[in-house]
Structure formats: structure tokens, C-alpha cells
């Protein structure tokens, strides 16, 4: 129950109203929020206090880590948000208030959770000031005794307790919906939650994502796309990588004036996007730009009239934050690739069919409905020009339609989308003209090519034919197995059968009971009626007796 959740609701009610977020709201373009608006302005907390700046920030920061990854999600989506409100929903990706320093050192000396050992034994440097806080951990610079220089990463102290105190509030609010709205029970958003729930609870352990990142690392190696650090040593609570020469992608003006090619940039993203969903089947799921670097010089060099600089080799991505990673089934992965190519090539029939193979619609669906919903909706979409294309909009486009249809939208693949939507207002940012349909219609159509070469499966099959040759010696096993389950299944159905005929019998007595008392008390109420006299209270008895004894039998 939602009531169950009071103290946080008011908590957060308190939070909004102590910012005064309503000033930030506009009522006029959004006319939906002016209940919120109200709500918020009748808390006392409201009372004399007017707009302050960076309001949004604030309130998310103090309302927990939910709220701060939920700023960060909307803080690439700029055609959803005004400026002002991404200029302060952007601070989260990296400027997120920081912890005290001295619980930090205190959490990487810990002997359970963190590293065991002194600063001065782990570092030949450690920085007091932190080089970045985010919503789950901090970052501190530090060298290491052989010169080497890292980056010290430390989860947040107590915020365990919070987030899963939330995450009770968010299940609640997704049942709530999912038993009202048909579109939440559509997208299956109390699995999301769940499934995001332990993405969430994973992210802090600093031992996954070292572990994501070691991955990560080694798919990339040598890459001319991607340099992903390497990590010297985790634990749960503190991790130590290898310190990066970057600077976060928002900052387009330092790529133009070390003369790099934006676009080129652009195109680079989307590939390892790509590369990462359908090469390696292991990917970025949290790609807000406080996680998404590119090479410079070193950060120290940087000035205001800099000049072009020549790296030695084209600028690259950096890869961070591996905390959140998303993988998709093989069945999955063909069906995502055929369905972007269809859309791609407008040929709403193939993925009204796709989708259909793939058991995600209704068997009643009315497919040619929806066939012709998608291609009433998204089509006229897709032929704009290259710059009013909103590659997201268009994928929310069909969700909508989906959902109209009542299609079930597997769960693994909302993580999917949401990096999608984060991947693509990222390029649009970096290169608004970023042709997002020529750079990924090639990647997809050869991707899915050398999943249905012969030969390519002809090769797999031969080197799995020793594991298949040594399974076809428990066949006499399974078939004896079969046949004895084919027999308890038939005695099982005999015995079923019987029990059904036995009901049946038991519910026409019963109906000719009810028949037979009904009868009586009728036929006795009408006796008792008609006679005068001390006959009289007999039949009443009787009827009543007869009522009685249907009760009983």
C-alpha cells in the first residue's frame, strides 16, 4: 500500500516545496503538471520563499540516488526538458555534492569493505579534494609508489538503505499502475523495476563493475574506436583504475578548439554503440555524458586559446562507469536488428511480422490494423530530412502503437531502448546533422548476414557436433523417461477423469436436492397456508425442516 510509504512521500513532498521546483515548472506549456504545481505550493515549507537558482539539482540530490540517476536520464533528452532545466539536470552527470573526505579515506581503509590498508601504504599521493561525485560514488586522484597515476573510486556511505527503501516505494507505484493503466502492464514495468532494482543494487559493488570493465577492456583492445583504463584493484566499496586524459563530451567547444571533427566524433559513438550490442553482446547501458569521455591532452594543458593539436592518431571514446551493463538473448539480438532494418527501410509488413514470430502480439491481434497504425504514424516520420529526424521518437512511436495493440514487450529489451534514447541525444548534441539511418543500416544489414551465413552455422554446428554426439547417449535415458511420464500422465487423467465424473454426480444431487427442498418448502408454506387451525404450525415446521435438511445434507 501506498499509505504504507507516508514518511517518504511527504519527505519528498517537503524536498519539492522546500526548493520551490514549482517555479521552474511551466504550467502553460505543460498544462498536466498544474496539479503538482498546486500540490507543492500548499506545503508550509513553500510559504515566503521564492525561485532560487539550480532548484531541480538541488531537490533530486537531497530527495536520494533514485531521483539523481532519473536527472540524469532526462538530462540528455533536451527535446523534452526547456534549457534551463537541462543546464541544472547536466551538474548531476559529474557535480553532484560530495561526501566528507575523510569517510572516504576512512571507506578505503576499512579492512571488510574497502582496501585494508593505510593511505599512505596504498599511495605515494592522495588528493583530499575529489576530482568528481556522482550519484553512486566519488572520485579522488592519487599516484600510486611506482609513479603510476590512478583514479580512486568510492561508493557512498549509508546509501544502501535509501535506495532500497525507494525502490519499495517505486514497486508500489508500479503495481498501482500496472493493475489501472494498460500500458504499464504492456511494457511489464514491475519486471523493469525489479530488473532495474538489482541493476541498481549491483552498481554498489565496485567488484562487478571492475569486473564489467576488465570485459569491456578486452573487447576494445587496440581499438581505434575506444580505450577503455585498466583497473589495478577493487573491493566492494573502492576501486582503483588507471587515470584517463579526457574531458566529458558535453564540452564541445574544447573538441573545436583542438580541432577535432565533430561529426566524424558523432559517427564513431553510434558505432560502438553498434559494435557493443551486436559484435559483443555486452554493452553501456548507463551512456549519460558524466560517463562518456574523449582523448585530449593532458586536462592540465587545456586553456582558452588553445590551438589544434595532433594526438598521434584519431581522438578516441573513453569508457567509464562500467557499472550498468546490458547483454540480449541471440534470438533477441536477430529480432532488435531486423526490426531497426525494417523501420529503416519502411517496410512496416516485415516487422508487423517479426514481431509477430516472435510471440510478442496477441493471437487475436488484428495485424493489419497495426500494420497500418505504423505506417500512418511512423512513416510520414521517417521521411523528413536528416535533421528533424528524432531517432528516439520514432521508437517511442512504436511502443505507443504497441501498446495500443496489446503487445508484450520482453523486459530485457527496455534497457535496450532507454541506451538507445541516451546514445542517440548524444550524438545529436555532439553533430545535430549525424545521419543516424546510413551509419547503422550498414553495420546491422552485414551483422545480420554473417548470423544467417551457412557456412558460418556450418562451423558452429561442427564444433559443437563432439558435445551433441556425447548427448545422444542419454537418448535410451530420456526416451524411458518419456514413456514413464507418458504412463503416470495417462493413469494421472484417468485419475482426473474419475474425479470429474464424481463431481459431476455430487452437483447433480446437490441440484436435485435444492429441487427437492424447494419443492417441500413451497408445497408445505402453501399446506399451511390453506389449513386453519393447529394443522397450521405443523406445515410452517415442516418447511422450515425441509430448509433445514438442504442445509445439512
Known amino acids: 500500500m501506498l499509505l504504507s510509504h507516508r514518511a517518504r512521500l511527504l519527505e519528498l513532498w517537503r524536498i ?92 578505503i581503509e576499512d579492512t571488510k569493505h574497502g582496501l585494508g590498508q593505510s593511505i599512505e601504504t596504498l599511495f605515494a599521493r592522495f588528493d583530499i579534494k575529489p576530482l568528481a561525485a556522482a550519484s553512486i560514488a566519488q572520485v579522488h586522484t ?118 577535432y571533427d565533430r561529426a566524424a566524433l558523432a559517427e564513431k559513438g553510434l558505432t560502438i554503440f553498434f559494435t557493443q550490442v551486436f559484435r559483443d553482446n555486452f554493452f553501456h547501458a548507463d551512456m549519460h555524458p558524466g560517463n562518456v569521455f574523449v582523448e585530449t591532452p593532458p586536462v592540465n594543458t587545456l586553456t582558452a586559446n588553445m590551438a589544434a593539436v595532433d594526438l598521434g ?80 521518437g520514432v521508437l517511442m512511436q512504436i511502443l505507443d502503437i504497441a501498446r495500443r495493440h496489446h503487445m508484450s514487450i520482453p523486459p530485457q529489451l527496455m534497457l535496450l531502448l532507454k541506451t538507445l534514447v541516451h546514445v542517440e541525444g548524444l550524438g545529436r548534441d555532439l553533430y545535430p546533422n549525424l545521419d543516424i539511418w546510413s551509419l547503422a543500416k550498414p553495420i546491422l544489414s552485414s551483422w545480420i548476414k554473417e548470423q544467417l551465413d551457412p557456412m558460418r552455422n556450418l562451423q558452429q554446428l561442427r564444433q559443437q557436433l563432439p558435445e551433441i554426439l556425447l548427448s545422444t547417449t542419454d537418448i535410451p535415458k530420456l526416451l524411458d523417461q518419456g514413456l514413464q511420464s507418458l504412463a503416470a500422465q495417462g493413469s494421472r487423467q484417468d485419475s482426473q477423469l474419475r474425479e470429474i465424473q464424481q463431481i459431476r454426480a455430487d452437483m447433480l444431487n446437490d441440484r436435485r436436492r435444492d429441487w427437492l427442498a424447494l419443492a417441500g418448502f413451497a408445497i408445505f408454506i402453501a399446506i399451511a397456508t390453506q389449513v386453519i387451525g393447529w394443522l397450521s404450525p405443523i406445515f410452517y415446521l415442516l418447511a422450515i425442516l425441509a430448509v433445514v435438511w438442504r442445509i445439512l445434507a
Open 16 to 107: 519539492a516545496a522546500t526548493y520551490r521546483i514549482d517555479t521552474h515548472l511551466s504550467v502553460e506549456e505543460a498544462p498536466q503538471l498544474q496539479a503538482l504545481v498546486r500540490l507543492i505550493r500548499m506545503h508550509p515549507a513553500a510559504w515566503g520563499k521564492k525561485h532560487q537558482p539550480n532548484a531541480i539539482k538541488y531537490a533530486l540530490e537531497d530527495m536520494g540516488t533514485l531521483f539523481l540517476k532519473l536527472g540524469q536520464l532526462l538530462s540528455t533528452r533536451r527535446d523534452l526538458m526547456p534549457p534551463e532545466i537541462i543546464a541544472q539536470l547536466i551538474q548531476l552527470q559529474d557535480k553532484v555534492k560530495p561526501f566528507d573526505s575523510a569517510v572516504a579515506m576512512m571507506q
Open 142 to 259: 592519487a599516484a600510486l609508489h611506482d609513479g603510476r597515476e590512478v583514479v580512486v573510486k568510492v561508493v557512498r556511505p549509508d546509501i544502501r538503505t535509501t535506495i532500497v527503501a525507494d525502490f519499495e516505494l517505486l514497486r508500489e507505484l508500479a503495481n498501482w499502475a500496472s493493475a489501472r493503466i494498460e500500458a504499464a502492464r504492456a511494457i511489464h514495468i514491475i519486471d523493469i523495476v525489479e530488473d532495474y532494482r538489482q541493476v541498481m543494487l549491483n552498481e554498489l559493488d565496485l567488484t562487478l563493475e571492475a569486473d564489467n570493465t576488465t570485459q569491456m577492456r578486452n573487447n576494445f583492445l587496440g581499438s581505434a574506436l575506444m580505450y577503455v583504463p585498466e583497473v589495478y584493484d577493487a573491493t566492494k566499496n573502492v576501486m582503483v583504475m588507471e587515470r584517463i586524459q579526457g574531458v566529458p563530451i558535453s564540452q564541445i567547444e574544447v573538441f573545436d578548439q583542438l580541432g
Open 313 to 392: 592518431h584519431e581522438p578516441r571514446y573513453i569508457g567509464l562507469d562500467c557499472a550498468i551493463m546490458g547483454t540480449l538473448s541471440k534470438d533477441d539480438q536477430l529480432i532488435v536488428a531486423r526490426m531497426l532494418l525494417s523501420v529503416m527501410n519502411n517496410n512496416f509488413t516485415a516487422m508487423v511480422d517479426i514481431v509477430s514470430r516472435a510471440g510478442w502480439i496477441p493471437p487475436n491481434t488484428d495485424k493489419h490494423a497495426l500494420m497500418r497504425d505504423m505506417k500512418r504514424t511512423v512513416g510520414p516520420m521517417l521521411q523528413k530530412s536528416i535533421n528533424d529526424i528524432d531517432f528516439a
